[in-house]
């Protein structure tokens, strides 16, 4: 049981190339979130998906685009990265009812 | 929509030594809060939450205080040890499944030994 698992970990980008970060967990979770990490700003949501076909905006979600593509699967994707977009990006996950995230181990990208 | 702020934004104790993390919301239809340990290099991890339906929870040497009426909760560590030291995260969200916790600014905590 591998938890949450985010690809790649590390990534340097240049201004206006595109990537997607890929989120995979195996608990049978339905919910599932890309957050966005920069200092002293906390945890910021990008987008989520309540449940396989669904997207919604979080806070953040300019610049980015998602795809729900099964229950275990949920990517995010940058069209054309930005020296603003450098950040660690978390995908995370729930299960009905609790509340509690569960955490990737976070992908860090650098937008040059 | 929600507006979570977080106090200290960073802490140093004496191991030992009592360590409190305050932060406030504003949506009064917040109904859950949860408290992450991020670990440098690490992943945010669930610590302890707590539900507008009780005022205090504890776990151990963690405990976590609410006062809906003034809107804001607190960390409590006791006995604070080296393994303590991390960033601490607020969240509150309004509804249960948690798919809109907005996170405050993160508080990082320096237990000295």
């Known amino acids: 049981n591998a938890g949450v698992t985010q690809t790649p970990k590390f990534q340097v980008l240049k201004t206006g190339q595109s990537m997607t970060l890929q989120c995979a967990q195996d608990m049978n979770h339905n919910s599932m979130y890309w957050y966005r990490q920069d200092p002293g700003m906390g945890l910021r949501l990008i987008y989520y998906s309540a449940s396989e076909g669904t997207t919604d905006k979080g806070e953040v979600p300019n610049g980015y685009n998602v795809s729900r593509l099964n229950k275990r699967e949920f990517s995010l994707r940058l069209e054309s990265a930005a020296p603003s977009q450098t950040s660690v990006y978390f995908c995370?996950?729930?299960?009905?009812?609790?509340?509690?995230?569960?955490f990737g181990e976070g992908s860090r990208l650098t937008v040059l | 929509g929600e507006n979570v702020e977080q106090h200290p934004s960073t802490l140093s104790v004496q191991e030992g030594d009592s360590a409190v993390i305050k932060c406030t919301y504003s949506?009064?239809?917040?109904?859950?809060f949860p408290w992450y340990k991020q670990e440098l290099g690490k992943r945010p991890q669930l610590i302890i939450d707590i539900r507008s339906n009780v005022g205090e929870k504890k776990d151990q040497r963690i405990a976590v205080t609410l006062n809906k009426t003034a809107k804001h909760f607190s960390l409590h560590i006791t006995e604070t040890q080296p393994e303590d030291s991390a960033v601490y995260f607020c969240?509150?969200?309004?509804?249960?499944?948690?798919?809109?916790?907005?996170f405050g600014g993160g508080t990082r905590l320096m237990v000295k030994p």
């Open positions: 949506d009064s239809a917040s109904n859950y």
């Open positions: 969240a509150a969200s309004s509804n249960n499944a948690g798919n809109m916790l907005t």
């Open positions: 995370a996950s729930t299960p009905i009812g609790t509340g509690e995230l569960f």
